[in-house]
């Protein structure tokens, strides 16, 4: 076995497996692969797995947790989306890309510790994450896309790289609890919306 798709998952009790453990051999997790796996609770990703398919993930109301494997470069489009109860992610060195959606509306995610070679973070990613507290992006970001951090009710503290140029529109809107920020002097662009409802503190 060298991947893993829907198509497997869905036979059997697969789907309401709470703990899964995938074979060494398993390389690729496909699309949609555990898509609305309601009991899964715990799943550990070997170091083997190159890639993870867009929304494989999602809805996966019960996982709590994960580590994703050191070979990974990208997180896909809604890979996580509404997983309800994740609070914790570990993300590889490796990572370079944080698609649309990946994280977003994953209410109990409270702590994301950014890699440093991460370059991209797309939009809406961490929308709604409303348990995250503080966030520090890494100086390979130049842009912060829009809605990215958008309606992340309890964001309280936000570092920007040294290197982002642009921020993005509504891209920390509805932060309602967002008190301090702190922007570097290569910031050339702002939307007018970027803060919509949200800052307190500008540093």
């Given amino acids: 076995m060298k991947s893993v798709s829907s198509a497997n998952v ?5 789907r309401h497996d709470r703990n899964i453990t995938l074979p060494k051999k398993v390389t690729k997790i496909h699309p949609y692969t555990f898509y609305n796996c309601l009991s899964l609770k715990n799943i550990k990703l070997n170091s083997s797995i190159k890639r993870l398919g867009y929304k494989a993930f999602k809805k996966c109301k019960s996982l709590e947790s994960l580590t994703i494997p050191k070979n990974i470069t990208k997180i896909e489009s809604e890979t996580f989306k509404e997983c309800e109860n994740l609070k914790k992610v570990v993300l590889p060195s490796t990572l370079e ?13 409270n702590t994301m510790k950014l890699p440093n070679g991460l370059e991209l973070i797309d939009d809406y990613a961490f ?3 409303n348990s995250l507290k503080s966030i520090k992006l890494p100086d390979n970001i130049d842009k912060i896309y829009d809605h990215t951090f958008a309606d992340c009710k309890n964001l309280s503290s936000v570092y920007i790289g040294k290197n982002t140029t642009i921020i993005g529109y509504m891209a920390f809107s509805g932060c309602t609890s967002l008190k301090n920020i702190t ?12 803060f919509d409802n949200s ?5």
């Fill in 127 to 129: 929308y709604a994450c």
């Fill in 199 to 203: 800052i307190e503190t500008f540093k």
């Fill in 97 to 109: 890309t944080i698609a649309y959606k990946a994280f977003s509306n994953c209410n109990s995610l």
């Fill in 10 to 14: 869905g036979s059997g009790n697969a």
């Fill in 183 to 194: 922007i570097p002097a290569n910031v050339e662009s702002i939307s007018n919306t970027a």
